[in-house]
């Protein structure tokens, strides 16, 4: 099949966004690379300190008037955002397909959920009303007045370069804040373009701001004494030791989405060939780099006995085989492709270690994705086929730690108990899901699990825009969650004001 | 590789393409026709509408964590063929007979992929039944402008 026209052309120099302009960078560039082609799809500066501390401070100037301006005025602006983000919704999605790897549909289908958190923001001026009571004491009444924080840093990751620095933008801006983003390096041209259409929809200079870069951004943003809160989606180590504990030093707010190794649990009275499609997606799906990717496939022998659970079990693991053998593999720009590659070399060599470390753990390979066919005749560079062990655990490797890639650890759980002991041995807390038709055993692992998105007959629990992105234990540091009103909580101060009139 | 099917993306370029290029068949009936350009015209407007109200339920409709990619299962794009190429002299009988043949194969392709994404969000299914039921229209207008003396 041909491939879908490219937006990017040739090698474009990205610049920083700077109070309200683009602005070139003193640092070094690096090279964005188009992980399926290998081309050198764009160049992008590793900003230094001073070009960070120069946007905290045009984001500190535009804060007083911003705050200011009227929540309907403010809202008007993303209201004209949304519309261009509608406007150029190919291009943006194409443009990530380029840069990370992900197939076509989706790309689109972040595009979609990045735009979705543009028109919850819209709300605001409801959602960002505050409450009030009479007469709490003797002609004494009180209220809570919302207001708007300061200026906030976001860190975005490489796996959804577009969605995940849009959990917070939309809402920062709505409430009346100031935001200072750092595109992941990887894949940074679809946020320049977030900044090119807010300043085309009428956001005021300094009031966005978007510095390309490394960990000199992220230490300096950390660092700096006018930024009053940080947003991060990366992994456990960076969020918990570097992100929390730095906000946590230098009194900043903070949200860090982190790492995770998500369980997905499959009952004995499920219809296997309905859930398959899910199944695929859940654990294929972004190729495996996703935070809610289903990673162990949990078969559960509940009700069963020893010789039915067997026979279940391979029931499972032959249609999980033989579907996941048939996902074409190949440049998400071509339409019939089912899965891209992972985001760079690096990463592939990552996957393949744990592949390495599940064999010698003594896990199966079922499915061996290290043998690579693609739709296309690509580099192999990035590549890989999705791979799936049997017979393994949850307490090898890779059963337990997080492997961002297209690999399925299936094994088995005697009954729902003993699945659920498995998932909370797990220091991660991020998702887990269930397929069953028994609303009981659904509701027993709703109710058990320490994990903050919880799926019932679905692969990927990823919340829309109006409820928070969920995380528990070592997959979520903070307090107030991305998303909907949990992040307009976390934009904003509550002020009490205690009245009387004499 | 065909169990899991035709993406999402495949099957609404296919349909732009197809609504795009009836349009163009409409056209050069409502130039060659003039008698009945208005009709053909109309159908040509169709297209364009029918087009932008899949594209526009797909975007609107289509996030990371549907089983999207693969919803079109055992669909296989090749089986539909619509003609629309229109020979040089064609007499108006025989164009309208390749009109509706047009139609029939169009209106096939849009009730299959309605019934195949019914377990989708429910205006995807909505969409392509309602472009189906407008080419199907169509047939009865051409049939009826057929038989008229």
């Not at chain 2, 609107?60 to 919803?71: F, N, P």
């Amino acid at each position: 099949m041909a491939l879908l026209e490219e937006p990017i052309k040739g090698a474009p120099t990205l610049r920083n966004y700077i109070d309200g302009e683009l602005v070139e960078s003193r640092g070094e560039l690096v090279d964005v690379v188009n992980p399926a082609t290998t081309k050198v799809i764009g160049r992008v500066p590793v900003s230094t300190k001073e070009e960070l501390d120069s946007a905290v401070s045009a984001a500190l100037e535009a804060f007083p008037e911003w705050r200011r301006t009227p929540p309907l005025a403010r809202v008007r602006c993303l209201f004209r955002l949304k519309e261009l983000m509608e406007e150029h919704f190919e291009e943006i999605s194409r443009i990530q397909t380029m840069e990370h790897g992900k197939t076509i549909d989706e790309s689109r289908g972040e595009t979609r959920r990045g735009i979705e958190n543009v028109e919850v923001a819209t709300g605001i001026p409801s959602l960002m009303m505050g409450y009030n009571l009479e007469d709490v004491s003797a002609e004494i009444d009180e209220y809570v007045i919302n207001q708007p924080v300061g200026v906030f840093g976001v860190i975005g990751p490489f796996n959804f370069p577009w969605m995940v620095p849009l959990w917070f933008i939309p809402y920062a801006l709505a409430t009346g804040n100031c935001v200072v983003v750092k595109p992941s390096s990887e894949d940074p041209t679809c946020q320049a373009k977030v900044a090119e259409l807010a300043e085309e929809a009428g956001v005021p200079p300094g009031v966005l701001n978007v510095v390309h870069g490394g960990r000199a951004v992220t230490n300096a943003m950390l660092e700096h004494k006018g930024i009053r809160g940080i947003c991060f989606v990366g992994s456990t180590p960076v969020g918990r030791d570097v992100i929390y504990r730095k906000c946590g030093e230098t009194g900043k707010r903070v949200i860090a989405g982190a790492g995770a190794k998500n369980a997905v649990l499959i009952m004995p009275d499920v219809n296997l060939a309905k859930v398959m499609p899910a199944l695929m997606t859940s654990f294929f799906g972004n190729t495996g780099q996703r935070c809610l990717a289903g990673s162990n496939l949990v078969v559960v022998g509940e009700g069963l006995s020893e010789s039915e659970h067997d026979a279940f079990y391979r029931k499972v693991v032959d249609a999980f085989v033989a579907a996941a053998s048939k996902i074409r593999v190949g440049y998400g720009l071509d339409e019939s492709v089912q899965m891209g590659p992972l985001r760079d070399r690096k990463k592939k060599e990552n996957v393949i270690r744990y592949i390495e470390k599940g064999v010698e753990e003594g896990a199966k390979l079922a499915l061996d994705g290290r043998n690579i066919k693609l739709v296309g005749d690509w580099p192999h560079d990035s590549f890989l086929n999705p791979t799936v062990f049997v017979d393994g655990s949850p307490d090898i490797t890779i059963g337990k730690e997080e492997i961002f890639g297209p690999v399925a650890n299936i094994y088995k759980a005697k009954d729902l108990d003993e699945a659920i002991d498995q998932i909370e041995r797990n220091p991660f807390g991020n998702a887990a899901s269930i397929f069953t038709n028994n609303g009981k055993w659904a509701r027993e692992l709703q109710y058990r699990v320490t994990a903050g998105n919880i799926g019932i007959n679905v692969g990927l629990p990823a919340p829309v825009a109006m409820f928070p992105f969920g995380g528990m234990k070592d997959s979520f540091f903070g307090v107030l969650h991305p998303q909907g009103r949990e992040a307009i909580r976390f934009f904003t101060e509550s002020k009490v004001v205690i009245q009387r009139w004499m | 590789m065909e169990e899991l099917g035709a993406t999402a993306s495949a099957v609404i370029s296919f349909s732009e393409k197809l609504e795009e290029s009836s349009s163009r068949f409409y056209e050069k009936l409502a130039a060659t026709y003039p008698a009945h350009k208005d009709l053909f015209d109309s159908f040509a407007r169709d297209g364009r509408k029918n087009r932008t109200l899949l594209v526009r339920t797909y975007q609107e409709t289509v996030t990371d964590a549907l089983e999207t990619g693969y919803s079109f299962k055992g669909l296989e794009l090749r089986s539909f063929v619509p003609d629309e190429q229109l020979q040089e002299g064609t007499g108006l009988k025989s164009a309208l007979e390749s009109a509706v043949a047009l139609e029939k194969e169009a209106a096939r392709f849009y009730t299959d992929i309605s019934e195949r994404s019914k377990t989708l969000l429910s205006t995807i299914p909505a969409a392509f039944k309602k472009v189906a039921e407008n080419r199907r229209g169509r047939i009865q207008r051409l049939e009826a402008l057929s038989s008229t003396p």
